[in-house]
DNA sequence: ATTAGCACTCGAAAGAGTTGAGTGCTAACA
DNA sequence: TGTTAGCACTCAACTCTTTCGAGTGCTAAT
């Protein structure tokens, strides 16, 4: 559908306007080492081009940008894999060389080096409950009226919630309790807890164990309420140096989003297995449709557990960022694997 | 010093200024009720309030506005404490009249309810390690060669660490030494702990229970690393309504400053006991001196153990922003006390 | 001591002119 | 027939001027 020498002009606007966020001339291209024809046949594809809807002009008399649907295509068609710079290479090497072994250890890592490295903002969404099991449970007590609860999964993650104990209760039957709790429900996924706190443990401790009973209603509380935050997010002010950002209304729109961890989660949930582009408009949120949202997967025994991702302007620098993301997704996976 | 006519002026201008944000003239005074003499008067007035450094012009012909000695001034003299809004009021009971139990929860919607009513940027410092002893340590495995080490402090505050097991290190030995670091450690204040476990116990472990000294030095490791973040910190985007940031550079800048903690910490810790207000310039941090920084600290068993902290524009809502400060703190040690 | 009056200042907004990087179109060329 | 040189045209960005009005400081009158 399109010719060669278009798909060159195409190809070369976009990488120049990914770097210069300008719009690019005619003049400029044929400048270009690749480009053999002049200004004038330029101008002619570049005007073919634009009816196609792969370009815009800002104003009249102006250098094309690529359109979204140009991207879309850039992405689709032109993209070709490159190997990441050794200095890429180097930085997330050493981060996962350093024998990480928590969870939150390296999810904030990889936010931080993904950030630094693209001069983007990165967002990960921490593995999934469903995909976590409860390796724990533990009671301490802070003194004769409360206590912690201590919830520790699988993966390493902690989870913990203060509660304080009616005087009602038997610290003797609030022990029996939590032994009862861990034989039965180690093992569980997380995401499985509360229905199985609620109706199987609801019926069997009455039955079984009449008096820890009422304990057992307290502790349900503190245990149910969970809303285990597993959203991280870096190098926000990164947006600010992105010159499509230097309107404080935009940057305040996309950063309330941002600040939406629920939106934000859900988005990243809903993402396929691996990597996965969402160009301006393609976004749902109208906040983020000024940007290009990337997405990969990271795994746990082969079931997508959690979602990294990178949000940018729409001239975003795709392949690079793709390699990144990549890499280290693979890497986060590889990682979890052999604990 | 200043004659009562002059300070009635001066804060005519600054009350009207922080509303605004535009400089005052001598007319738009005259208006004000509480005013009875022409422009004219307070044209002259308000070239000896600028001679003596209370107030500045942006240009030859503006109107005034306060300059940092004039907030100074204002703050120092002129304020009149005023009791909180019926909103505000209720607001804030309503956040704490639902039995928080657990330290981060209440520091959480602490800072929550602050940027919220305030529309400022709200920082607050989480209790202090040294106010904080040591609960319990527990140690749970999450497979053959990972644990995960878990550090509850009497605030409910709950530290973990994940950690690979060597294979020369014996499960039980794990558990034996842990039963002798909970033995000794535990009423030890947080901040001693690394001193403890480095010295005191490194000999007494050497001496008495060989076996487990292997075990320890790789605990050791796991517990001395972890670098508390009790810096919370609510609704950055605020500082993006306020005019005075609507270019990008400064938010960026100070931005920035917010970002790294551990100055944050640093200027909250030092902190004297109560209010205390840095503006403009007073502020160390050159990208903060376009700001006021408003803190006030809050005490378990009459020692300061942290910091809340509001930031804004210079022309902060001081007398509001003052007495939500104090009610907060006052509730903030008072819920501690309570526990 | 206060105020009316007036000349003066200066930023902000609106308009005019200039520049230059870009275009589209036409006609000549290989 | 596809390519290119040439040229008129467009428009944002910049600069320069003008106008406007909200403000001032100063002086003289009350």
Tied chains: 1, 2.
């Excluded at 009862?180 to 499985?192: A, D």
Aim: charged residues 20%; glycine residues 6%; contains cysteine.
């Amino acid at each position: 559908m399109l010719s060669t020498r278009q798909l060159l002009i195409l190809q070369v606007i976009i990488d120049e306007f990914i770097q210069t966020a300008q719009p690019i001339g005619s003049r400029a291209i044929s400048k270009k080492d690749e480009i053999t024809f002049s200004p004038a046949t330029i101008r002619n594809e570049m005007a073919d081009l634009e009816d196609l809807g792969f370009l815009e002009k800002t104003h009249s008399s102006s250098g094309r940008i690529p359109s979204e649907k140009g991207y879309r295509y850039y992405v689709d068609h032109l993209l070709m894999p490159i190997d990441l710079s050794p200095r890429d290479e180097q930085t997330i090497s050493g981060v996962f060389n350093q024998g990480m072994v928590e969870f939150e250890q390296v999810i904030q890592n990889s936010v931080n080096v993904l950030s630094e490295l693209t001069n983007y903002t990165s967002i990960i969404l921490g593995p999934e409950v469903y995909a976590t099991t409860l390796k724990q449970i533990q009671i301490i007590h802070l003194s004769k009226t409360t206590a912690v609860a201590i919830l520790v999964t699988n993966t390493g993650h902690v989870e913990h919630r203060s509660f304080s104990i009616p005087k009602e209760i038997n610290p003797l039957d609030l022990e029996k309790l939590v032994n009862i709790l861990n034989e039965r429900l180690v093992g569980v996924p997380i995401i499985q807890l509360p229905k199985r706190l609620q109706i199987e443990l609801t019926s069997i401790i009455d039955h079984y164990v009449k008096d820890v009973a009422t304990a057992f209603k307290y502790l349900k509380g503190a245990l149910l309420d969970q809303q285990p935050n597993n959203l991280y997010v870096g190098g926000i002010t990164n947006m600010l140096l992105q010159p499509e950002f230097s309107d404080v209304a935009k940057i305040h729109s996309l950063y309330s989003v941002i600040e939406q961890e629920e939106t934000m989660a859900n988005i990243l949930r809903s993402q396929d297995q691996g990597i996965h582009i969402s160009i301006g408009q393609e976004n749902k949120m109208t906040e983020m449709q000024d940007c290009s949202l990337i997405t990969a997967t990271y795994t746990l025994k082969g079931q997508q557990i959690g979602t990294i991702a990178l949000l940018g302007p729409k001239r975003m620098e795709y392949s690079r960022v793709i390699s990144l993301l990549d890499r280290l997704s693979n890497d986060m996976t590889k990682t979890f694997k052999n604990w």
